[in-house]
């Protein structure tokens, strides 16, 4: 089964509101953490990403913090744009690098 | 420089035959890896490469799927005799590590729609 868990969407906000994703994971041993983005017509493209528990991956905003204790990676930004509506991808690393994603969570944001 | 590339952006199949999927990865990457995506799911990991070596293919989903990397670059994933579950996207991924560099970032291409009909 897939071991990263994101919030289902669509999530609805409008401009300037605060956005949390959730994410949590399961792993034995301590995985990387990414966030993916695809925003509508392009390819997935990294977000940030953590290597090590306590580490905090920031990135045009958005930031996420790799908490072991609670094997959670939540996406969080203080003022979402019009131009944030895309998808999310939650991932964490695997055996030989590949990347185990979650289901994906759509972010749409109004004016 | 140039990016990850994959052709042909659009397939479309009739159940039963055989379709070849390639990619290009970033030059110099040393990792390669391919994803299928089904409509409003996330990837799922098919095979890895490192170089000509296909270290991991234990998510390709039954023995019609076959995937290479005959010279290290260049990869080519092959589907016989489709299904209509096949039906997704394919996306390529290439990253400058090895085995050991999980942290590296993997570069997606723009993926290849496959359509069984």
């Known amino acids: 089964g897939n071991s990263v868990t994101q919030m289902e969407g669509p999530v609805t906000l409008s401009e300037e509101a605060f956005l949390t994703i959730n994410c949590t994971y399961t792993?034995?041993?301590?995985?990387?953490l990414f966030w993916y983005v695809q925003y509508p017509g392009e390819g997935l493209q990294l977000l940030l990403k953590a290597t090590k528990a306590d580490d905090k991956g920031s990135n045009k905003g958005f930031e996420a913090t790799y908490r072991k204790e609670t094997t959670s990676f939540h996406l969080e930004k203080g003022s979402v744009q019009v131009s944030d509506s895309a998808v999310y991808f939650c991932?964490?690393?695997?055996?030989?690098?590949?990347?185990?994603f979650g289901q994906g969570t759509t972010l749409q944001v109004k004016p | 420089g140039a990016g990850v590339s994959q052709s042909p952006r659009y397939k479309v199949a009739k159940r039963g035959q055989d379709v070849a999927l390639r990619c290009d990865p970033i030059s110099g990457h040393v990792s390669l890896f391919w994803y299928q995506q089904a409509l409003g799911q996330g990837p799922e990991f098919l095979t890895y490469f490192q170089n000509e070596a296909q270290l991991d293919k234990s998510g390709l989903p039954s023995d019609r799927f076959f995937a290479e990397r005959p010279e290290g670059s260049v990869s080519t994933l092959k589907i016989q005799r489709t299904q209509q579950e096949d039906s997704a996207v394919y996306l390529c991924a290439s990253s400058r590590g090895g085995v050991s560099g999980s942290s590296y970032e993997q570069y997606f291409g723009p993926g290849t729609r496959l359509t069984v009909t």
């Open positions: 991932a964490r690393s695997g055996n030989t690098g590949k990347l185990i």
């Open positions: 792993a034995t041993g301590y995985p990387s």
